[in-house]
């Protein structure tokens, strides 16, 4: 499509909702996202789609996977971003309605979000500094870092060097899933593989892919605290269970029923790396200062105090 620059003026440094949009669409990653058509359970790769939870018209997250074949697949990827007086802290969850395989040696289950945390140094210009970032593949984190940035690693070590793309005259980073299972790591430790859609954030434009092969297709962004986000609805009993999507085994979920789980895919506050020590579940999302500094040493001046973070009931997220 021909590119459309949304307007991203709005000042920042009150956490307002219009300042954190604008800030998570300067730094919102372009997305490859690869997919595969066979075995996809009849979809055509449709299956590997980013969209919203919500994308069949409900809050009923038991029904994603059977309704995944006859509704659009709007893209959209929900931000939030936690504050201090020296960084912000922003999170983008990528969510599928399957997590699927075409092979017995795999499991399937209902909905899948996978994401990254980006981690922005305040410097005093109007968007900061990306400094570093930890994504989500499964049951494992893995830290990137762009060139330059004074961090290094610490108790985790870094597993490789963010890459950055130009869209709408800014440098923004460069992420990738794999189809099926979805695990997102920075560009190019995923690629697309073949067939493969290319994302890139819009605050206002959500757009399905028009093929496997498109390389032009917007996301809309969505606030993750706002009136259409997941913490606000995260005691719904027909979406969360402990901070894990509901997921069962209906409408053809599992090549055989033993192959889907249920209740598998989790919310940013239920993410866990199943071997980094003392960071708790959900803390990538709910404490991402204790994160950042137990994967990273920082520079000395680093704020651990909240001055936002609705994750710890810190600031108002319905604030103008």
């Known amino acids: 499509m021909d590119e459309e620059v949304d307007e991203v003026s709005e000042p920042l440094g009150a956490s ?19 997919v595969d058509r066979t075995g996809s359970h009849g979809l055509e790769g449709r299956g590997d789609y980013l969209t919203r939870v919500d994308f069949d018209g409900d809050w009923i997250s038991t029904n994603n996977w059977d309704n995944t074949p006859s509704h659009p697949l709007l893209a959209h990827v929900y931000h939030t971003v936690v504050e201090t007086s020296t960084h912000w802290y922003i999170i983008y969850t990528f969510f599928h309605p399957r997590d699927w395989t075409d092979t017995i040696f795999d499991t399937e289950h209902e909905n899948d979000a996978e994401g990254v ?50 869209f709408e005259g800014v440098n923004h980073p460069i992420t990738a899933q794999e189809a099926k299972g979805h695990g997102l790591k920075a560009w190019p430790s ?18 399905e892919p028009a093929s496997i092969y498109d390389n032009d297709v917007r996301y809309k962004l969505i606030d993750g605290f706002g009136p259409e986000g997941l913490w606000p609805r995260r005691q719904l009993a027909t979406l969360f269970t402990s901070g894990s ?66 994750f710890q009931n810190v600031g108002d997220p319905n604030a103008p």
């Open 16 to 34: 307002s909702a219009a300042g954190r949009a604008a800030l998570a669409k300067r730094w919102a990653p372009i997305h490859y996202q690869d």
């Open 117 to 166: 945390l980006l981690v922005v140094g305040r410097d005093g210009s109007e968007y900061g500094q990306l400094l570093g970032s930890v994504t989500v593949a499964h049951k494992d984190f893995y830290s990137f870092l762009p060139s330059g940035s004074p961090f290094t690693g610490n108790h985790e070590s870094v597993d490789g060097t963010l890459s950055f793309a130009s």
């Open 190 to 207: 995923y690629d697309i593989d073949g067939d493969g859609v290319k994302y890139f954030p819009s605050l206002t434009t959500a757009e």
């Open 245 to 310: 999507f509901l997921g069962d085994k209906s409408g053809g979920c599992g090549i055989t029923s033993s192959l889907c789980s249920t209740n598998s895919a989790n919310a940013p506050w239920g993410w866990d790396d199943q071997n980094d020590g003392s960071i708790l579940r959900g803390e990538i999302a709910t404490d991402p200062v204790k994160l950042t500094t137990y994967y990273f040493k920082t520079p000395a001046g680093l704020s651990s105090t909240y001055t936002f973070n609705p």
